[in-house]
């Protein structure tokens, strides 16, 4: 039993700047990889920024040099910083993570029900 939650979604004004958290929780024995999408009315689920237990980062195309995901390990949570936001932006955010659980130890990726972000003026 896994829950992943997102919270800090909203609406913001172009330019403006907006931080998602997500929380892991449970029968959790460890975390590997975290990492964020988004989905946008018509289009596909996309990648967004994932990142390791280590700390190592990766981030979509689209998002480079503008967010930032970083994590805290002791809290099984990742944060989104999302800066110089877009009217693109726009978008249905999600957090997966893959938590080893108990009592199987095995690897399971969990998804977050989403949390929505609005960018317009």
């Known amino acids: 039993q896994v829950q992943v939650v997102e919270s800090g979604g909203g609406w913001v004004q172009p330019g403006g700047s907006l931080r998602l958290s997500c929380v892991a929780s449970?029968?959790?024995?460890?975390?590997?990889?975290m990492a964020w999408y988004r989905q946008a009315p018509g289009k596909q689920r996309e990648l967004v920024a994932r990142?390791?237990?280590?700390?190592?980062?990766i981030y979509g195309d689209s998002v480079k040099g503008r967010f930032t995901i970083s994590r805290d390990n002791a809290k099984n949570t990742i944060y989104l910083q999302m800066s110089s936001l877009e009217p693109e932006d726009t978008a249905v955010y999600f957090c997966?993570?893959?938590?080893?659980?108990?009592?199987?130890?095995?690897?399971?990726?969990?998804w977050g029900q989403g949390t929505l972000v609005t960018v317009s003026s």
């Open positions: 997966r993570s893959d938590t080893v659980v108990i009592p199987t130890y095995r690897t399971v990726e969990v």
């Open positions: 449970g029968r959790i024995f460890s975390v590997h990889d």
């Open positions: 990142i390791t237990s280590s700390g190592s980062r």
